[in-house]
């Protein structure tokens, strides 16, 4: 938890908190008293947030562990706290969701590390590095990210996995709401990696659905208003296509 009247939801839900940086970043719940924390502060906006937090390894010499995030807007206004903290993942209740980033793995990886300690400070810069073979719109190397996936106009939060394998990262998509963060987990958006490729012009997107199966799927804006009952959009599959290696359209 951040703060002691604050509430943090598992599985990427978390609600806006109105916290100074000093209680986002000395006030934990009472699991995280035996964690190792690393404090975590951006040098420079990203996406109109000031970004702080704590990291909590899975071990002193690891580069994966979970994470707090604040995102602060510069121009004043309620802070949004995203965390993974005790939390598991959802097909798999046993293994906890993890995060790591490009700041975090060369730190670890660099000349020297001798591992993290309860109390240490790293100063991270903001990559916007792209995959360096599928053209993604998708930052290949930073743990997280803003971008528009579903083509409304407003920008959904992405985690990446950080699994450089060879469709590149999948990313975990969640939406912005005045409560904070909620998991956008039905299909396309629980399939998005570095092969897929957006055509927001057509609000379509190409998925690759297995080793050699991909489908262009188009996204259709609900006629009727939003509610808590309501899909926000509506998918519908135009094409399945067999592939050996990634296409293109």
Known sequence: ??????????????LSASLTLFLALTVGCQKKNTKTSIVLVYDEPINGYNVSGRFYPFGSSTETGQ????????????????????????DNPEHPMKYT????????????????????????HY?????????????????????DVDFDGEDEFLINDYYRGRCGNHYTV??????????KNDYPFNSITNETQFYP???QVYIRVDEDKYELVNLLLNAKPFDDTADTFQCKILNTLKARGSRRI
Do not use: W
């Open 1 to 14: 938890m951040f703060g002691l009247n604050s509430k943090t939801y598992c599985l990427g839900k978390a």
């Open 174 to 183: 969640y939406e912005i709401t005045s409560v904070g963060f909620v998991l």
């Open 127 to 147: 990559s916007d590095a792209k995959h360096p073979n599928f053209g993604s719109p998708l930052n290949y190397d930073a743990g997280f990210q803003f971008f």
């Open 101 to 124: 980033d490009n700041n975090i793995y060369d730190s670890v990886f660099s000349e020297g590390f001798a591992g993290f300690h309860d109390g240490d400070s790293l100063i991270c």
């Open 67 to 90: 994470v707090e995030l604040r995102f602060a807007p510069v121009n004043g206004g309620e802070a949004l706290v995203f965390s993974n903290v005790d939390c598991f993942e959802e």
């Open 201 to 203: 012009e057509k609000k």
